[in-house]
């Protein structure tokens, strides 16, 4: 006798099924039964339970981070740069302490004396290093060498030390990532890109991305993404051709050539031809980053997800960050720079407003793991070499 077809019943005419199983049913039929409710969209288990989207806040003043911003940066000239490892910390404390998720704030737990002890050693090396190449090339070559090998292992240091001062719900983050793989993302696909005429970046920015929040754990919990090479494509390849276009239109519209940014009898024009060229330049790499940079965020936001904890929504639009940027910019060079406290307030509302967190039912029983104290070494030697990656 054929097994029914279950795959058109109702949840409760399943449920009903399974209630009316005799000795005579067909054992394939059973298995065919069960496999049908488990699947069934309507099943309990496959409902998500206690799950919320919540919005993620920030709450800063610009009053009041001016207030914390101008004594930092009065403190920090009259003690000669020593006091900017506490700037540091008042900075990062007052963004997280007003930075709300689902009713909780983050935390952000350095001490003032470990940033200042990294970034002694950190200016001792930058230090020796020019000290190193006015008497020596060939001491200077070794150390830069050493640098090279060494950028890996800073990058993963300044990594785990900002994850572990971070914390959320008393519970901290952190960074996994090995000197291995860091070698081969941050050092080995670079090179490897410049023979394919850098057409190959997009995939290597792809997998240093990958290998930064791949390697992010909260608690017991872990980080993972589903990225996708394209995506990557689409913003590096997309950023590229909106820069080529724009630079094109714009020399065509204000008339720009090279000859107007050569010097001749007419200081004027030149002056002028070469204020143009500065104001476009600027233009482009604003509107180009601000593509590539939105689409990216959303896309990692879009696909990562703590394990059985949370998942992220990010939903910056590209003329959002193109007008953030390009005003900030402006109102920057205005103000001379004391506009910086606005500037970082409105940034940290805009990113705040587009993102959400949808929160699992576990994220109540996420372990504290005891990570060993870190070191900011890393961090700021990374710092004094203008080294840099973003998180988020």
Not at 26 to 52: C, F, G, M, W, Y
Not at 111 to 139: C, E, M, N, T
Request: charged letters at 15%; hydrophobic letters at 50%; proline letters at 3%.
């Amino acid at each position: 006798m054929d097994n029914k077809n279950y795959q058109h019943f109702s949840f409760n005419e399943l449920l009903n099924a399974q209630q009316n199983i005799g000795s005579e049913t067909p054992p394939q039929e059973i298995v065919d039964l069960q496999a049908v409710i488990s699947a069934h969209p309507n099943n309990p288990v496959n409902q998500p339970t206690n799950k919320r989207t919540v919005p993620v806040k920030f709450l800063g003043k610009t009053g009041e981070f001016f207030s914390i911003w101008i004594v930092n940066l009065l403190l920090t000239i009259v003690t000669l740069g020593i006091y900017s490892a506490w700037a540091t910390v008042r900075n990062n404390r007052y963004f997280y302490s007003n930075t709300e998720i689902d009713g909780h704030r983050l935390a952000y737990l350095a001490d003032p004396i470990q940033i200042l002890k990294g970034r002694i050693i950190g200016v001792l090396l930058f230090a020796s290093y020019f000290l190193a190449a006015s008497f020596s090339p060939i001491a200077a070559g070794i150390i830069m060498l050493v640098l090279v090998f060494a950028y890996p292992l800073l990058i993963c240091m300044s990594l785990r030390f900002t994850m572990r001062m971070t914390a959320y719900r008393n519970v901290r983050f952190n960074f996994n990532g090995k000197y291995g793989r860091a070698f081969v993302v941050f050092i080995l696909l670079p090179i490897m890109s410049v023979f394919t005429l850098y057409l190959a970046l997009p995939w290597v920015m792809k997998k240093v991305d990958q290998f930064i929040y791949d390697n992010i754990t909260f608690g017991d919990k872990k980080l993972s993404t589903s990225l996708e090479t394209g995506e990557y494509f689409i913003a590096g390849l997309g950023a590229a051709f909106i820069g080529i276009a724009l630079f094109v239109l714009a020399s065509f519209g204000l008339g720009l050539s090279f000859s107007d940014l050569v010097p001749g009898e007419d200081g004027i024009d030149f002056t002028l031809g070469y204020a143009l060229f500065i104001v476009t330049y600027v233009a482009v790499i604003l509107i180009c980053s601000s593509f590539y940079a939105a689409r990216i965020r959303n896309h990692i936001f879009n696909n990562s997800v703590i394990e059985d904890v949370s998942e992220f929504t990010s939903q910056l639009s590209v003329s959002q960050l193109i007008w953030l940027r390009s005003s900030n910019f402006v109102v920057i060079v205005a103000s001379l720079g004391f506009a910086m406290p606005w500037v970082k307030i409105r940034s940290a509302r805009l990113y705040a407003s587009v993102t959400q967190v949808t929160v699992f039912a576990g994220a109540d029983n996420v372990i504290t793991k005891d990570a060993q104290s870190s070191s900011a070494i890393g961090e700021e030697v990374a710092n004094a070499f203008d080294i840099d990656v973003a998180i988020g």
